[in-house]
């Protein structure tokens, strides 16, 4: 497939076709093209921001590897099965394949902007050092610029881009494909599977969804937007187990 015809963000660099994310029906992802797979805890900075990950635990994570989506895996972050002992539909996929920034808010600032859907939000609060990021975008220096596009750069799910105004592009960096099993110790919370670098993510029914730099996949099972994280693993409290 010509990358004209695959379904790419603007800004993305999308990783090669090997690497996949397939939705099984009311079951776990099947993980193609061995992409890395740790743990990445938030750190936050003196403010108590988010503001990093530190990574942890590394897994093999083998061609066709099965990751849990249901959370309720005695074998987390891998699949053990125990999806088969829940209710049908309960893992039903209800997010939409439209472009993310269809439905974004244009934040306008001087120099930068900023892209804002709110229905990808997986609450990862990368978002709020300084004068947070709606703020830092619309005071238009370059540090203020820098602070903005580093918390849009580390928000897992993508919500959150940052648009050059004058080339009128959204500027993404290009990085490795990889999987991180966000651990979220302030909210006491283990949170989604953060996908980086254009990973292709394909739905049960064999549709593409866009292939963005930053998606965060649901594995709490709790999420109203499947198969993408909305935060809710905060409120369920979801833990995965993973010493
Ligand atoms: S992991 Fe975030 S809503 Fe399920």
Known sequence: MSEKSRNIQPGTTASSPEFRITITEGGPYVVNGAPKLSQQTIKQDPEGNSWNYVEGKVFDCDEGAHLCRCGHSGNAPFCDGTHQTLPAGVLEETASFEPLIQHSELISGP???????EKYCAYGRFCDAGERVWGEVQIGTVEHDALAT??????????LLIVDNQSK???EDTVEPALGLIEDPKIGASGPIMVQGGIEVISAEGKSYEI?????????GSSSNKPFCDGSHASVKYRDGIN
């Open 111 to 117: 120099t930068k902007s900023l892209l804002d859907n």
């Open 150 to 159: 580093r918390m849009a750069h580390h928000c897992p799910g993508g919500r």
């Open 169 to 171: 592009e959204i500027i």
């Open 212 to 220: 963005r730099t930053r998606q965060a996949l649901c594995r709490c």
